[in-house]
């Protein structure tokens, strides 16, 4: 078994889909001291092998073989062929492991609890924009389904453990993260997607700061190419933020109307984004 990562190595990105994950992983790697890898629950190689019941042993062993391990899915060759994704200059032996995931969100409590050396960052985008986001994506919303009734529960796409999809589930997972920012403040990352394109230089250097990761030029640089021009595929980082609300136009005003009246006047009100 490979040495354990030294404290403070590990960070768990996380969201739901359509959150902009995709995008804040490439400015994580962008960082030369990283390696990013995504989620190995969900890869070949280590296919849900870690659940509930697994110990702070086998935690460390999946993140020590997850940082070992080269595979097609876990570094993103199958994005980066496509230009999806940016080729970056990285160091041989980077002291980070940044694991992108938008599945296992009911792991996140136990891999804080677990594991001293793992920092979450934790991705929250505008309900509506995520929701129509997944619904126009024809690489994650099945063609046979009616958005009307997968919405909500997005049921569609459960077809094994740790998927996490719709409305509903979007409630759920964002008040775990209200509650995990509380219950460790120096290890969980709440951020707000629609907040951090306001700022985007800014809110990164935060990031990376409670990260203890150092922002150069070429985080800068990626920064400014991912939103210089649009790339229509749903799965580049390449895109410009004033697209950022076309869920106006692409969300059905009954789901509109349906999300606003269950969070307006809740503590989730403050992701939605009128923009």
Known sequence: MNEILKLSDVVWLNGMPRSGTTWLSQVFASAKDVRLKFCPLFSYEFKNMLDENSSTEQWQWLFNQTFHTSSDYLDQNYLRKQGLVPE????????????????????????????????????????????????????????????????????????????????????????????????????FMLVSYDQLMKNVCGGVRQVFDFCQLTFDQQTADFIAQSHSRHDENKRSVFKRPDKIAQWRQLLDPSIIDAINSEIIGTELECFLYDT
């Not at 792991?107 to 505008?126: E, F, G, K, Q, S």
């Not at 009616?146 to 453990?161: F, L, M």
Request: hydrophobic fraction near 40%; charged fraction near 20%.
């Open 88 to 187: 970056f200059e990285q160091l041989l032996e980077p002291s980070h492991l940044v694991i992108k995931t938008t599945r296992f969100h009911h792991l996140t409590p136990i891999i804080l609890h677990l594991n001293a050396n793992v920092r979450v960052v934790h991705l929250v985008r505008d309900p509506r924009a995520s929701i129509a986001s997944w619904l126009s994506n024809p690489y994650e919303f099945p063609a046979e389904a009616d958005p009307a009734q997968q919405w909500r529960s997005g049921a569609c796409r459960k077809n094994g453990v740790g998927e996490f999809w719709g409305f509903d589930d979007w409630k759920m997972v964002t008040r775990q993260a209200l509650q995990l920012s509380e219950t460790f403040p120096d290890r």
